[in-house]
């Protein structure tokens, strides 16, 4: 996927758990970026990790049962998943964390 060209689809993923300080962020961002994935990872001031991602709808799906595990030292409680319009944001050309 190029950069001047629009996602398939994409999704906003709150994870909940102990998600901060147990390499999430940098684990999920190698996951994505393995499933041509764009977007971020980053924590939030709740401790929850906020994932934004868009690529193909099969990407995306992989991407989120993966987040339901999570790497080792992570626990998963919750992931919460919502759809999110492409088109509204300026996606980068591949996936980071911030």
């Known amino acids: 996927m190029n950069s001047s060209s629009s ?21 999920a961002a190698d996951h994505a970026r393995a499933l041509a994935l764009r977007g971020f990872a980053r924590n939030e001031p709740d401790g929850s990790v ?34 999110f319009d492409p088109v509204t944001t300026e996606w980068p050309t591949g996936f980071m964390t911030r």
Request: no cysteine; aromatic share 6%; charged share 25%.
């Open 50 to 83: 906020l994932v934004l991602a868009a690529g193909s709808v099969a990407s995306l799906d992989e991407l989120v049962r993966w987040l339901h595990e999570g790497p080792p030292m992570a626990r998963v409680d919750s992931v919460a998943v919502e759809p």
């Open 7 to 27: 996602p398939i689809a994409a999704r906003r993923i709150r994870v909940r758990g102990r998600v901060q300080g147990v390499f999430f962020r940098a684990s």
